[in-house]
């Protein structure tokens, strides 16, 4: 079946950097957009970045734009966010999902069981 | 923006919860007549559900108690005769435009 594992949460000072992997499996990867999404403490989903099937496209939520990159590398099934210059309300948990489309236009589905980050001195 | 109502609802077992969604733009697409709009069931835990998308289709293996429904900027979610296991938090999603879009989220619970 479709599978999506984060990996690379943990907690870390202000100021540095972070990468979160997400390896998937069960459907040809290189085939669809992925996205990730975070959702901090006591708040809602907040979407931040998708990737194109090839990795040609990227967009960012202006929350993220010139901090985090969403790459990819499809001979090993796998989504990357490098996130650098984290701040506290960064903290979140972080979800890599998969999109319907090869450019990202759709829903989320499915989703990857998530990875904490907390950022804090 | 996508604004839900209320933000949470008690309702009785076997009763029906409805929740709105309002978008600040128009999410029906002209070209092919659909809604760009979703919605998640989400419980403590574990990621989004995936439970409707072009705003009324339900996700494989969905039950049926789960309706969507509305087009343009309101839409609802219906749950028919909630059972315990609806116990969550749920939101809606417009992907018509970027950025993609949550609403703040509704917790449903048990009365």
């Known amino acids: 079946q479709v599978q999506l594992v984060e990996s690379g949460g943990g907690v870390v000072q202000p100021g540095r950097s972070l990468r979160l992997s997400c390896v998937a499996s069960?459907?040809?990867?290189?085939?669809?957009?992925m996205h990730w999404v975070r959702q901090a403490p006591g708040k809602g989903l907040e979407w931040l970045a998708v990737i194109s099937y090839d990795g040609n496209n990227q967009y960012y939520a202006d929350s993220v734009k010139g901090r985090f990159t969403i790459s990819r590398d499809n001979s090993k099934n796998t989504l990357y966010l490098q996130m650098n210059s984290l701040r506290g309300e960064d903290t979140a948990v972080y979800y890599c999902?998969?999109?319907?489309?090869?450019?990202?236009?759709?829903?989320?589905?499915?989703w990857g069981q998530g990875t904490l980050v907390t950022v804090s001195s | 923006v996508m604004i839900q109502s209320p933000d949470s609802l008690a309702v009785s077992l076997g009763e029906r919860a409805t929740i709105n969604c309002k978008s600040s733009?128009?999410?029906?697409?002209?070209?092919?007549?659909?809604?760009?709009l979703a919605w998640y069931q989400h419980k403590p835990g574990q990621p989004p559900k995936l439970l409707i998308y072009w705003a009324s289709t339900r996700e494989s293996g969905v039950p049926d108690r789960f309706s969507g429904s509305g087009s343009g900027t309101d839409f609802t979610l219906t749950i028919n005769s909630l059972q315990a296991e609806d116990v969550a938090v749920y939101s809606c999603?417009?992907?018509?435009?970027?950025?993609?879009?949550f609403g703040q989220g509704t917790k449903v619970e048990i009365k």
């Open positions: 999902a998969k999109a319907p489309t090869n450019t990202g236009t759709g829903w989320f589905d499915p």
């Open positions: 999603q417009q992907y018509y435009i970027t950025p993609w879009t």
């Open positions: 733009h128009s999410v029906l697409a002209s070209a092919n007549n659909k809604n760009y």
């Open positions: 069960g459907f040809t990867f290189s085939s669809f957009a």
